[in-house]
Nanobody, 115 residues
């Protein structure tokens, strides 16, 4: 199982970014996917999740209405569209899947929201 994130960067407050996570090594459409983030000095927190078919999504309260998780099962990719970014969204964002009774994480992509 391999998860590779991309799309992070530096953006001004109010800006947007789209993160991508390319997955391989498992039957992608059979598994729910999650995005987590970890800010310096803080614990890793769940940001959003999506079911295998893409029909069920959940978000932490602080990102509801601003972030959208989606997936393209034909491309084995999950996305996180982040709009109206705030400085408190600054963190390393990780893609996650629990497959074959094990936890798998990507390497993370840095998102920095700063003037």
């Amino acid at each position: 199982v391999q998860l590779v994130e991309s799309g992070g960067g530096l953006v001004q407050p109010g800006g947007s970014l789209r993160l991508s996570c390319a997955a391989s090594g498992f039957t992608f459409g059979n598994y729910g996917m999650r995005w987590y983030r970890q800010a310096p000095g803080k614990e890793r927190e769940l940001v959003a999740s999506i079911g295998g078919s893409g029909g069920r999504t959940n978000y932490r309260d602080s990102v509801k209405g601003r972030f959208t998780i989606s997936r393209d099962n034909a491309k084995n990719t999950v996305y996180l569209q982040m709009n109206t970014l705030k400085p408190e969204d600054t963190a390393v964002y990780y893609c996650y899947v629990r497959a074959y009774l094990s936890d798998y994480w990507g390497q993370g992509t840095q998102v920095t929201v700063s003037p």
